[in-house]
């Protein structure tokens, strides 16, 4: 999640950081219709359910909301349609493959404009279990409690 110059942040699964273990990240491209550009510029989007299927040597971005635009006709998109994603073959065909071995999916990360263009994280992640969840609150509470007794005791 490096910030980028030019990188205009949509939408981010912040619950994907919590219900996965992520592997590799990757930046994809989206095809959009006009209508879902416009929604994505005015901050409209969810990717809480959303995921990645591979269909055919290509990729699908399925379960993302987009709202329809307020101000579009009856030229407006869907809501959750699929998406199509913009990937070399080989990556697809390596993404795939992972995705085939039990427990693991792609999930999509963020949601951003970089120089003008719709673009999205994606991530190979392996599902969590109930303790692996409590462990990595555990974990960031205690970093929190440890960073605020650091600066009360430098202050």
Do not use: C
């Not at 993302?64 to 065909?93: C, F």
């Not at 974990?139 to 650091?150: P, S």
Request: aromatic share 6%; net charge positive; hydrophobic share 40%.
């Amino acid at each position: 999640m490096t910030s980028e110059p030019g990188r205009v942040v949509v939408a981010t699964n912040r619950k994907a950081r919590h219900e996965y273990h992520l592997d590799a990240t990757l930046e994809a491209g989206l095809v959009l219709t006009g209508t879902e550009v416009k929604a994505l510029r005015a901050g409209m989007a969810s990717l809480v359910d959303g995921w990645v299927s591979f269909d055919g040597g290509e990729a699908w971005l399925e379960g993302v909301h987009i709202p329809e635009y307020v101000q579009g006709t009856w030229t407006n998109h869907a809501p959750r349609r699929k998406r199509k994603l913009l990937l070399h073959k080989d990556q697809i065909r390596k993404w795939a493959a992972k995705v085939n071995e039990a427990g693991t999916t792609v999930v999509p990360l963020q949601l951003y404009f970089l120089g003008g263009r719709a673009k999205i994280e994606i991530a190979l992640a392996r599902g969590k279990r109930e303790w692996d969840k409590r462990q990595t609150l555990r974990e960031r509470q205690d970093n929190l409690e440890a960073r605020r007794a650091m600066r009360s005791r430098t202050a």
